[in-house]
């Protein structure tokens, strides 16, 4: 349970291989907006009943031998990720100096995500395959001996366009660290543009944000579009349209990084 009034940052983990990457990611965003992280390992339901099917079959890769999908070992197996990544959680968190949590939560990470963490400010999602290879850390670093900042690409419809969540975008665009870039859909009307351009005129004197319009809202070419920006890590409210569709699961199955749904 979050302190009340306290920001918490919710890492959302699959599995073992992109566990470390994105606790590290999470920690370094949650140390930039002075929050807590939280790490939630989700044992997905969808794939548990997929045990219970006869003719399904496992190909096990170290002996490359078939075998039936035991719902116990599944099971099993899980609960040992599940403890190695609480331990990875606790490692980066006491390096970064943050308060944090960690739990095991049942259900479909399709269907069921609202519910996973109504209380958090941010969820953060690896995609399905393999992360980008960059490594991020927690440490302090000056600005000047930083390699490369992280390039954080924000997709700003009428949901990310709120006046608080705007305030922490220009909040993280302070920071050394990050390199922030707006994209812009094709179909958002005046009101969004005027009210993004005088945030960023008030807010934004040293013009440190980027802007780039989206030319296409169809999954392939948006996900296309999003790729060329080369940023590290995409960050989207859930009030967005694109998370009503099957747009979303394109983008986060083609994206080479992480994504940040943005929940208040």
Do not use: N
């Amino acid at each position: 349970m979050s302190i009340p009034g306290r920001r918490r940052i919710t890492v959302v983990l699959l599995d073992k291989p992109q566990s470390r990457e994105l606790l590290s990611l999470g920690a370094t965003i949650a140390s930039l907006l002075q929050a807590e992280i939280e790490g939630v390992f989700i044992e997905d339901d969808a794939l548990f009943r997929l045990t219970g099917l006869p003719f399904l079959r496992e190909l096990r890769w170290g002996s490359r031998h078939e075998a039936r999908l035991d719902p116990a070992r599944l099971t099993q197996e899980w609960r040992a990720i599940a403890k190695q990544t609480r331990e990875v959680l606790e490692e980066s968190a006491k390096r970064a100096g943050l308060s944090w949590s960690f739990r095991v939560w049942r259900g479909e990470y399709d269907s069921d995500l609202g519910q996973l963490a109504t209380d958090s400010e941010m969820l953060l999602m690896g995609r399905h395959g393999s992360l980008s290879p960059r490594r991020f850390s927690t440490r302090y670093r000056p600005a000047t001996a930083a390699p490369k900042s992280l390039r954080l690409g924000v997709i700003v419809d009428a949901g990310m366009a709120e006046p608080r969540l705007l305030e922490t975008i220009t909040e993280l665009a302070q920071k050394p660290e990050i390199e922030i870039v707006l994209f812009l859909p094709p179909d958002e009307g005046r009101p969004l543009i005027e009210t993004l351009d005088d945030h960023l005129r008030h807010h934004d004197p040293e013009q440190l944000i980027s802007l780039i319009r989206i030319t296409d809202k169809e999954p392939v070419k948006l996900a296309k579009q999003l790729k060329a920006s080369a940023c590290d890590l995409l960050m989207i409210s859930e009030r967005s349209s694109l998370l009503k569709g099957p747009t979303i699961k394109r983008i986060l199955e083609d994206l080479p990084y992480p994504t940040v749904v943005v929940r208040k």
